[in-house]
């Protein structure tokens, strides 16, 4: 596969850096979390968002779909919720005397998945499978969903009562899990200051549009990845399979997710190549859901973020000369 010129490099980055500051005009402060989600809609995964009420979730997920000029749904799960809610139906239609299919709110670009741990594992496993699959099955007729495509479920880690945890499994087809986090105090007053003028994502001007994205999405597949980054990527996944403080550890499949997201990561700060230092920066948001902790390590207060700084200062980084 053909490398990026220096040219195409600079075309991504431009047209990131414009996305990301058309995103960050209405989410302050958040400029990390705001790459990160971005990286994810570009690497083709999907965001797990675990954070309070009214931090700007929703916000994030809103207005990447609308610098991006893409479609957005939001779909609040509920108990009694069901799995045609999200992916649709098929309907007989009385005037053609034949079966419709009736799209449900995933056919979208960007999908805001409110509160999945809310809603029953049938459901859960419904919108799992088309961020897996990207198709809906509807009485064996497949169905693509739109490209880019981007699903941004949230949890709210303090009210847990009536909640259906996310099994480690469905957890694991996350690219990446975020917590957006309280602003400091100066941002905090511009947030209030924009609220009260009522900016908001409805108002932000398209930057790009999807055709565009899927074009940066298509160049992060060129991005080079030296064969000891490859080895690096692997042995840092097998340290955590090993540590003492890990049940579970992380699955290839979570190798190749830091992979990809390295890749779009490194075209996103101006690079066609991918560093070290992408990994480092990405190994939280992608290794940290996949672990599961050894209950012991639980109860002595230890945290994946724990068992991933003890494997980088482990493994040792490829040298220039290797990579």
Known sequence: MQPLSPAEVRSFANAFDRIA???????????????????????????LVEDVPGVGKTTLARAIAAVVQGAWRRIQFTPDLLPSDVTGVTIFNQATRGFEFH???????IVIADEINRASPKTQSALLEVMEER?????????????????????????????YRLPEAQLDRFLMKLSVGYPDEAVEVEVVRAARAGHSPDQLRALTDTEIVRTLIGLTARVYLADPLYAYAVRLAAATRNHPHVRVGVSPRGVIALTRA?????????????????????????????????????????????????????VPVPTPATA
């Open 21 to 47: 500051a058309g995103v960050s005009s209405v989410v302050f402060g958040k400029a990390a979390v705001v790459r990160l989600a971005l990286t994810a809609l570009l690497a083709e995964g999907h965001l």
């Open 103 to 109: 799209p449900g709110p995933v056919f979208a670009n």
């Open 135 to 163: 198709y809906v099955t509807v009485d064996g007729v497949r169905h693509p969903v739109p490209r880019p495509f981007l699903v941004v479920a949230t949890q709210n880690p303090v009210e847990m009562d009536g909640t």
């Open 262 to 314: 390295a890749r779009a990561y490194a075209c996103t700060v101006g690079r066609g190549y991918v560093l070290p230092e992408d990994f480092k920066e990405l190994l939280a948001p992608v290794f940290a859901h996949r672990l599961l902790l050894m209950p012991d390590a639980q109860m002595r207060g230890a945290t994946p973020h724990d068992v991933l700084n003890d494997v980088l200062n482990t």
